[in-house]
């Protein structure tokens, strides 16, 4: 079978090389990134010019980093809406808002084109080791036609619905892991201020109620200093901002996730938004003078 991936970078590729490590299909990469995509061909994919050149790939994975690019790669001029032979399946793994995943869906099936949307949540380190979850929204026979190309990059493939469904699923769980990381970084704070040894007190929660991978994750990176991106601050301040916009849509009141999105947003006016979304504890560290160090 052929394959097509449109954006290989921090979370595509590594998928995308999972593909082309796990199964004897020929993959076909386009990126903008010359680099990604040599880390692909590397392995044996080949490169693509353009979106065009992917006509005749049996499916299209996308990997992209905002709604806006979704849009225009796959209903802008030349975008796959129009270059995708009837047929295809296009997989696209971004985080959307259901609106944009329906419309996505919408005109692809006006040119025959099948859509699941597949949003993936783990990271960095997840999709490299093939761990990584994804939340298909699509049509179930679809999905299980494509189930065998899902497990050649990951065991954690779940249909949750319509195509919309994915969309829901990823803004919730992103949601909960950026409000749940905004408390760990206020209750370090809240600990360094106090005087308490961080590390003892990383142990003592790390098997407690307060547990959580979100906790783990600034309590370990703040202490070591360390934010290079996992996953970028920009993008969780773009998923929680589309989450708070699905909490306006179903008119749930917004008591939590507002409050961290306006944290968010301050990290950005400092300048973190290129960071890890773990670096929403500078902050604190900024307001109260103090970092939270080894």
């Known amino acids: 079978m052929k394959i097509g991936f449109i954006g290989v970078g921090n979370m595509g590729g590594p998928m995308c090389r999972n593909i082309i490590r ?25 490169s693509a010019a353009s979106i065009a050149a ?30 995708a032979l009837a047929g295809t399946v296009v997989i696209d793994l971004s985080t959307n808002s259901p609106e944009t995943a329906q419309a996505m869906a919408a005109a692809l099936a006006a040119k025959g084109v099948a859509m699941l949307e597949a949003p993936v949540s783990g ?26 190309l899902f497990a050649s990059f990951t065991a954690n493939a779940f249909h949750v619905g319509a195509v919309g469904m994915g969309s829901v699923a990823k803004l919730i769980n992103n949601m909960l892991a950026f409000c749940n990381m905004a408390a760990a970084a206020e209750g370090l704070m809240m600990g360094a201020a106090a005087g308490i040894d961080l590390q003892k007190l990383a142990d003592v929660v790390s098997v407690s109620s307060g547990a959580s991978g979100a906790f783990t994750s600034i309590a370990t ?49 400092q300048g973190l938004g290129g960071e890890d979304t773990s670096a929403m504890i500078k902050v604190y560290e900024r307001i109260m003078g103090r970092e939270l160090r080894k």
């Open 54 to 83: 992917l006509a005749g790939c049996e499916v299209v994975f996308t990997s992209l980093p905002i709604p806006e690019i979704v849009e225009r790669v796959i209903a802008g001029p030349g975008g796959l809406a129009e270059t």
């Open 221 to 269: 990176k703040s202490m070591a200093g360390t934010f290079a991106p996992g996953f970028a601050l920009d993008l969780a301040h773009k998923d929680l901002r589309l989450a708070v916009q699905l909490a306006d849509k179903t008119g749930v009141p917004g008591m939590v996730a507002p409050n961290v999105l306006n944290l968010l947003r301050a990290a950005r006016a």
């Open 22 to 46: 796990n199964t004897n299909h020929q993959v076909v990469v386009h990126d903008l990134d010359t680099a990604a995509v040599a880390r692909c061909t590397a392995l044996g994919a080949t």
């Open 123 to 148: 990271g960095v380190a997840k999709a490299e080791e093939g761990t990584i979850a994804i939340m298909v929204g699509g049509e179930a026979a679809v999905f299980e036609a494509q189930l065998p």
